[in-house]
């Protein structure tokens, strides 16, 4: 399989795991969002925003209690329907970042909440500028854990690229998100970073990477004999062992904002 069949393939695995996505992802701090539209001038509340590869919803729960026009636009029929059972009153389109369902000029802000990495960009940014106001903004997010943390920098080790991406990989990324992909209808990439710790239960973290792009694809064998070893090693540390601990994670954050 090349690269490419294997990055499909990922990509489209989450709809089978759509309810435990939905209940174990992490979420996303409000200053983010913030952050993400405060070149617009305007409080959230004020605006009409997309929710780009919106998953199950976990952004756009977020931009709906801080009270934006939030439509939600998602590829996946499972990732949708999951959404649209927790979000009745959003409107949830299905579509892809490439052919987006809404009109020209339609929103102050675009905003892609652990999506932007499985766009087509050579097709996702024009539309993405297209569907925008003059002077929108588009801001993407990611959240990851923060290996500068002993622990967490263990886990990384032993899950073996399996958890979810550590603060040193996704900065790394970021650089990916720049000029080339955005120059031309966009102002220069900015880039913030916010703390995002999360309540986890050894078992509720396994739960979580278990919706890892990686895990779904592996066969079931090679996926069990993986967990297994990390929940060995979360029982091996004190801060881990037992109940409820914290997981110190980090929200990446780009903004970009339309020229014109």
């Known amino acids: ?37 405060a070149p617009l001038g305007r409080d959230v ?9 919106a998953g199950t919803g976990k952004l756009t729960a977020l931009l709906a209690r801080l009270g934006a026009d939030v439509t939600a636009v998602e590829p996946d029929e499972s990732m949708l329907t999951e959404l649209r059972s927790r979000l009745p009153s959003v409107r949830a389109l299905h579509g892809p970042a490439e052919e987006i369902p809404l009109p020209d000029g339609s929103v102050d802000a675009v905003l892609c909440g652990q999506s932007m990495h499985w766009f087509d960009l050579a097709r996702a940014v024009p539309e993405i500028a297209r569907v ?7 801001g993407a997010m990611w959240n990851s854990d923060d290996d500068r943390v002993t622990w967490v920098a263990g886990l990384r080790d032993v899950a073996e690229s399996a958890a979810a991406p550590t603060l040193s990989s996704r900065r790394g990324e970021a650089a990916h998100f720049g000029p080339e992909q955005f120059g031309e209808l966009f102002l220069p990439v900015e880039r913030a970073e916010f703390k995002n710790a999360q309540l986890r239960t050894a078992e509720s973290l396994i739960a979580t990477m278990a919706t890892h792009s990686q895990v779904l694809v592996m066969p079931a064998a090679e996926r069990d004999r993986l967990l297994g070893q990390i929940r060995g090693y979360l029982a091996s540390r004190p801060e881990t062992a037992e109940g409820e601990f ?11 904002v339309k020229r014109g």
């Open 132 to 138: 925008l106001t003059g002077g929108g903004v588009v």
């Open 1 to 37: 399989m090349t690269d490419t069949d294997e990055w499909a393939r990922r990509g489209s695995s989450f709809g089978a795991v759509a309810g435990a996505y939905a209940e174990h992802r992490p979420d996303y701090p409000a200053e983010a969002v913030r952050w993400c539209v």
């Open 45 to 53: 509340a004020a605006l009409r925003v997309l929710d780009l590869g």
């Open 246 to 256: 914290e997981l110190p994670m980090v929200t990446t954050t780009l903004r970009m």
